[in-house]
């Protein structure tokens, strides 16, 4: 059982739709992030959320924290071909402490 | 700025042979990560160094997996012997310091299958 579960797992849309991500865990966390990551690359962070209820949004990206920190949500208006990717959430328990990644959502965006 | 750097990006090994993996991070960054991908899984911390000390190897099989920084700059993660299951890509990062607000910078991976 991961720290944090991601859904859904693969996600398959078409061009124009909405659609949102998920990053549960019955654990508290001091911070959370969420990165992108292409094939035969390393993930590049997206954000860093570390209020409760705090959302920050990046173009057309929306992120969530959870008001008890345990959960939080990515949001992608209009999605686009070039948001193909795997998006994952990593958390920290305490504030210096090592990340945890979830298991990952596959993105893949028709034209 | 350079990103971090790793080498070789593939590997291809039989399982009981040995394979180092090498990583140059960000210059200036202390602290620096080694994590491991399994295919369809998210990245799992191995070892974490603050300059050339070990903060964290608590998920690093010591039986067969080691480590080092000298110097506090480069890195090399060796495994010896392989197993069939040590198939994963292994990433490098490294961040200005340690602390879980800073960014981590990720390497492109070195992509090893054991045959």
């Known amino acids: 059982t991961q720290l944090l579960e991601q859904s859904p797992q693969f996600l398959s849309i078409q061009e124009g739709e909405n659609l949102t991500v998920y990053c549960n865990s019955s654990?508290?966390?001091?911070?959370l992030q969420w990165y992108r990551q292409e094939p035969g690359e390393g993930p590049v962070l997206l954000v860093t959320v570390v209020t409760g209820g705090e959302v920050k949004k990046l173009k057309r990206l929306t992120f969530q924290f959870g008001d008890a920190r345990k959960d939080s949500s990515l949001h992608i208006t209009a999605a686009q071909p070039g948001d193909t990717g795997l998006y994952l959430c990593a958390g920290a328990l305490n504030a210096g402490n090592m990340l945890t990644f979830g298991g990952g959502t596959r993105l893949m965006v028709k034209p | 700025e350079a990103g971090v750097a790793q080498s070789p990006r593939y590997k291809i090994i039989e399982k009981r042979q040995s394979v180092a993996f090498w990583c140059n991070p960000i210059?200036?960054?202390?602290?620096l990560y080694w994590y491991q991908q399994i295919l369809g899984q998210g990245p799992k911390l191995l070892i974490q160094f603050q300059n050339n000390g070990v903060v964290d190897d608590s998920q690093l099989p010591k039986d067969r997996f080691s480590a080092e920084r000298l110097k506090g700059v480069d890195s090399t993660l060796k495994i010896q012997p392989a197993k069939l299951e040590d198939s994963a890509v292994y990433l490098c990062a490294s961040s200005v310091t340690s602390g879980s607000y800073n960014e981590q910078f990720f390497g492109p991976g070195t992509r090893l299958t054991v045959l």
């Open positions: 210059s200036g960054h202390a602290t």
């Open positions: 654990s508290v966390f001091s911070s």
